[in-house]
Each structure stands twice: as C-alpha cells, then as structure tokens.
C-alpha cells in the first residue's frame, strides 16, 4: 500500500519577473484523495504545481511534505516520493518509448544499483496500463500528440511515486483517450492509495472525477471543497466570468455544468412567431 503524505502550501507567493501570479496561497491537498485544481487561464495552476514539485522557489511562504520544506529537500529524495508530470515536457531527440518511459526509474537508483527485475516489471506495468506497448521500440518524436502524452503518463507511473502531481493530463487526447486516462489515475489511487493533484480545464471532468476540488482566482484560493460545494453557479460566474446552470450529472450523480452563451437564451421579445422556425429573425429570408 501507498503510504499517505501530507502536503501543504503556507502563506505562497509565486510569480515570474515583476509579475506575482499566486499571492500568499494556503491549502492543504487531502491524502490519499484525488484532488483537482480548476481556474481561469493564467490563474497560477500551472505556478502551484510547479511549486509544490520544487521546480519553482516561492517569493514568500512554502511549501511543506511532511513536514519539511520541498525547496530545502535533495532532489532524488523527493522524486522517490513525488513525481510530476509537467504541461508541456520536451524528450530528448530520438528517444524511444522504453527508453523514456524507463527514466521514470531513476529516482530509484542508487550509485552502485543497477537494472533490475523490479524496474523491468514497472516499466511493463505501465506501458500495459496506458496501452502503450505496441509502441515501445519507436522513437517518441515520430508519434501523434496523443501518443505523445500516453508515453508521458506511463513514465510517470513507471516512477511509482505516493503523490503524482499532473498538469493538464488529457492535453492533445481525444474524448475516449480523456476518460481513459482519468480512469486509470482513478484506478491507481484506488487501487495503491495514490494521491494525485491534477490540473484539469474541463469543468466537468475535473467534478466527475475529484474527491477535492480547489478553485484559484485572482492569485488566490477561491473556494474548496468537495464537487458539490464548489461547482456551484456563482463559483463559475466569479472564476470564469461565465453564466451557467448546474444540475446533476446522470452517470456519475456529480454536479454538471452548463454554460449559457449569450446566443444561445433566446430573449422572449426576439423569439420567433409560432410556426416560424427557430434560428433567424421573423420576416428574414432564408440564406
């Protein structure tokens, strides 16, 4: 069994040159639980992640794993317990699948280790488990976007880490890769006790499948909590600047937002006659 850890951001401040994107943030991520970071597009989901793996120092506050800071931890001891899967990594050029997605054993070797079973069978495991197989000799550049970012999954899986930070996982994947892969996240903190934190731009994705939703807004914590208590209709008018109606999702029974565009409410003054279809002004003609 995974063992559960606890991690935490204090008073965190991040940013980039003079631009502040998180501003004195506290949260606390669940352990064990899937938790998902939703926002507005350049809220700092991306900063918080990149924080909390220690690949970017806070201008202020911390970050804290069980109980000591990330920053002041050596780097290949929070990798055997954090692993991160980046929004837009870069494969050396040529790389084979086998060969990246192995590299996700390195926190695991020591000076005088060397390959063994243990790492063959994880590496095995999680190309089983992204159905990545087939493509194991080819090199990462000759595949689709969508390949792309399955092998990307696997070699974070093949890390076989406690916490596993994702940013923006189903980039590049289509409807049945998407649900696929959040099944197997799914699977994996089930199954292991895994806790994920992940970035997510779909609404209802992100409520299907989080135990623990964080809104970010304006360089802060907007709200937290679980699906139904931050899915609500003045969470997404304030976070996204959108009007919507939420109702229950059929399959999953989680909150299901949906978004009201300007063309699509049909104002009673400018609804058609009866007997006039829908769709075009009264009296216009037909293009």
Known sequence: MTTHHRLTAEGLTLGYGDRTVVDSL???????RITVIVGANACGKSTLLRSMSRLLAPR??????????VHRLPAKELARTLGLLPQSPIAPEGITVADLVGRGRHPHQG???????????AVAAALEATHTEPLAERAVDELSGGQRQRVWIAMALAQ????????????FLDASHQIEVLDLLTDLNRSRGTT???????LNLAARYADHLIALADGGLHASGTPAEVLTEATVRAV?????????DPVSGRPLMLPIGRHHVLDRAEAPPAGEPAGRAPGRAPL
């Open 60 to 69: 202020a506050g911390r970050v804290v794993l069980d109980g000591k800071e």
């Open 26 to 32: 506290d949260l606390s991520v669940p352990p064990g």
């Open 111 to 121: 000076i005088f280790s060397r390959w063994n079973e243990k790492d063959d069978a």
């Open 160 to 171: 076989q880490t406690d916490l596993l930070l994702l940013d923006e996982p189903t980039t």
């Open 196 to 202: 994920i934190v992940m970035v997510l731009h779909d």
């Open 240 to 248: 996204f600047d959108l009007d919507s109606r939420i109702i229950e």
